[in-house]
């Protein structure tokens, strides 16, 4: 099957999506992410509205030389003509012909009171707009879509002129007609009704296009599809405005692995993981460890009971081997967890514990207790890593001996507070006495403690903290409550996150301060 031709899988992250509060995209990162796009495979990529703002006019004009897809097509997004204005002489159809781009994406009025109360003109002449755009852009070469806005509200409130205005479109030469839920109201068993009435009435091609403010953007497009539909519109990650779009990787997973279409290239679907993840890096935005099939905790398991079952048998307990879209099963240690979580996530970190039941069941009663205690380790692997090491060695690993550690913040009127921490240690057989300075008391200890460990251990250099989490474990005490930190650190190339717990804060952050240090010098086979 040629899939741009017999179903298409249209992103539209660059234009809907960064419509997302917060998401703000240059144009070098609109071309990395189009990239990172065509590796999924996807049929096309809109770039965003050309002439509409200077950043997608400069987009495209780039695209031209510093892209090259090997799956996409680039598709320009725009408007039909103004009211009164020739298609030909409207500057931002113009904009679209000279955009470069194979396929133009227009947006029409579908609803009667929009075009009354948004467009101000008449409905004939709305008809009048969509025809005239789709016939010139179509004359000049481009092959066009168009978005029916508001479709499913204007198909209440008007069901025929919804329809004409599709017909309208269609027989202009439109390759397919998306149907848009804009404010995203629908549910499944609604969108299927109007689809099938739809394409049984009209017989154009469909697409659909659904937000996601009913929770439902992924279900309703899946709806679409069952009712006919055979081109969908979506974004990576689901970005968009308000609650979003469809997550495209959601709704092409759940069309080739549950309903048995192919609808990418053969394979591809495996680096989706990889690649909605590193959009996120892109964007700046944190990828959301629940989302499904790509987030960290889609096929991670915790109950001890779910651990001992998997052992068995990875499918009882998932719904599809995570190699599939490029996951991995992970599997976390604590308190729930039994002999079989911990003896697996030994096996994940690099230890057969198979053989040796009583360490099993040692290191499970002493997780159980730390955790009893404000520990928690499925989200510190580092410190469980450290952990297990000292139980199957007998000794923790220890690169420095901390002698001891103070930290003093002052105020003077005026001027901001400054911490000042002191670190005595020996390392290397060295003793080392280093004063740091910082913003705030934890800030002054890392700097104090990574010059003095720094000194005999250079690649401690290359260590940067980059996540620091703070939760108060026992609220109703107040100030003297215990406290947990969780820091994650990387050296640039990984990362990884240590947990520490203590009567206060600051001691809290120096127990994963330094387990965040000896993990790294570990892992760089100090």
Known sequence: MDLNDGFHVYDTTL???????GLNLSVADKLTIARHLDDLGVGYIEGGWPGANPKDTEFFRRARDELDLRHARLAAFGATRRAG???????????????????????????????????????????????????????????????????????????????????????AGASVVALCDTNGGMLPGWVADVVHDVVGTTGVRVG???????????????????????????????????????????VVANLELKLDRTVLPAGLLRDATRVAH???????VPPAGRQPYVGTSAFTHKAGLHASAIKVDPDLYQHMDPAGVGNDMRLLVSDMAGRASVELKGRELGFDLAGDPELVTRVTARVKELESRGHTFEAADASFELLLLEEVDGVRPAYFDVESWRVITETRPGEEALSEATVKLRAEGVRYVVTGEGNGPVNALDQALREAIGQAFPEVAKFELIDYKVRILDQGHGTDAVTRVLIETTDGVSSWVTVGVGANVIEASWGALVDGMTYGLRRHGA
């Open 15 to 21: 234009r809907d999506g960064a419509q997302q509060e």
């Open 85 to 171: 204005v020739a298609a030909a002489d409207d500057p931002l159809v113009a904009a679209l012909r000279d955009s470069g781009a194979g396929v133009v994406t227009l947006v029409a009025k579908s609803h009667d009171r929009h075009v009354d109360l948004a467009l101000r003109t008449t409905l004939e002449e709305n008809l009048a707009m969509v025809r005239d755009t789709v016939t010139h852009l179509r004359e000049e070469g481009q092959e066009v879509f168009l978005d029916a806005e508001h479709f499913f509200d204007g198909y209440r409130a008007n069901r025929d002129y919804a329809l004409e205005v599709l017909r309208t479109a269609y027989d």
């Open 208 to 250: 659909i296009h659904c937000h996601n403010d009913t929770g439902c953007a992924v279900a309703n497009t899946l709806a679409a599809v069952d009712a006919g539909a055979s081109h969908v519109q979506g974004t990576i990650n689901g970005y968009g405005e308000r609650t979003g779009n469809a997550d495209l990787v959601s």
């Open 278 to 284: 590193a959009v996120a890096d892109v964007t700046n």
